[in-house]
């Protein structure tokens, strides 16, 4: 197969999948792997890595898009990119649905695509493979942004994340207890944070309350726990996400004015549109705004800010997938793999994902009878 990866045109995009060590995996199998000129330098992987693992380099997005039958890439594909498409390409990428656009994808879907959502690809047990491991570095990377809003010179409370001798440390309310959240959990609470997580799913509590030996506080989410919880958090991390569909807003404008001066809110959920009614996509140069007295950063792709480790944990999960894919053609791949079934959203310019159809009202079909 004719695998392609373009080099990211998406504001402040520094990761890429597959790395070097992917395109030997595949290059290797006798696959063809076409890499815009440029594409890993970000990242810290030049042109001559991959062509010394057999990486041919191309000159354009528009050659890449053309030569490659698979593309794989980390935002998904702009309106410019889209035109390049042909019926019958495949692409992988994230969805983003805080940013994806009903235009774009009536576009794509004119033009015979087949499309793969990594956030969207689910094995059995709920487990989103390829997400996870970029909740995993979101989750690791948030105390040492948010140990760098709450300082002084950059507006914030002038504290630190743990306390000293007589002085307690800062309170950490995460909202939503999955891969990120239980990342950051463990993160903060290991440089001395207090730290409070909250979940409407008493399970996902009682697995979190156990793993980290209570070291931690643990709440079920309602209005009125929420907003007493944020009045008195000095970092506000929002880490909802559903599955398929724009995460819920849990925290109003009105909880945000009743936040301690120079507190901090990082809204990660705002790849799928935010949690916290005055978030808004930020990026990683001007990653944050001050809003009634609260620092709001909210950037779509934090992993990017540590694209080296995020590009190789992507290459990671994201690599088995491709290779299945290029060894037994789309068709029998996903009849035989769950995780990308589900990460289908178009099949030939069908949309096969039902969410996404009831949230941009499109005609629905599903992946099986499209096969």
Known sequence: MEIGIPKEIAAEERRVAPTPVGVYALTQKGHSVY??????????????????????????????????????????????????????????????????????????????????????????????????????????????????LLESREGGRGITLAGVAGIPPSNVVILGAGAVGVNAARAFTQLGAQVMIMDRDVEKLRAVDQMMQKQISTSIVTPLLVERAVRFADVLIGAILIRGKKAPRLVTEAMVKNMKPGSVIID????????????????????????????????????????????????????????????????????????????????????????????????YKSIESTL
């Open 35 to 148: 890499v815009q000129k440029g594409a890993g330098e970000a990242s810290g992987f030049s042109d001559q890595d991959f062509r010394e693992v057999g990486g041919q380099i191309v000159f354009s997005g528009e050659e890449l898009f053309h030569r490659a039958q698979l593309i794989t890439k980390i935002q998904p594909p702009t309106e410019g990119e889209s035109g390049f498409l042909e019926p019958d390409k495949i692409i992988f990428s994230f969805l983003n649905l805080g940013i994806t656009s009903k235009p774009l994808l009536t576009l794509m879907m004119k033009q015979g695509v087949t499309a793969l959502g990594y956030e969207l690809s689910e094995q059995d047990g709920g487990l989103l493979p390829i997400l996870t491991a970029m909740s995993e570095i979101a989750g690791v990377v948030l105390p040492q942004i948010a140990g760098k």
């Open 268 to 363: 990660v959920s705002i790849d799928q549109g935010g949690c916290i009614e005055t978030s808004r996509p930020t990026t990683l140069s001007s990653p944050s705004y001050v809003l009634h007295g609260v620092t709001h950063y909210c950037v779509p792709n934090i992993p990017a800010s540590v694209a080296r480790t995020a590009s190789h944990a992507l290459n990671n999960s994201v690599l088995p997938w491709v290779q299945q894919v290029a060894k037994l053609g789309l068709k029998t791949a996903v009849k035989k793999f769950l995780c990308l079934q589900t990460g289908v959203y178009l099949h030939n310019g069908q949309c096969t994902s039902k969410s996404l159809c009831d949230l941009f009202d499109l005609p």
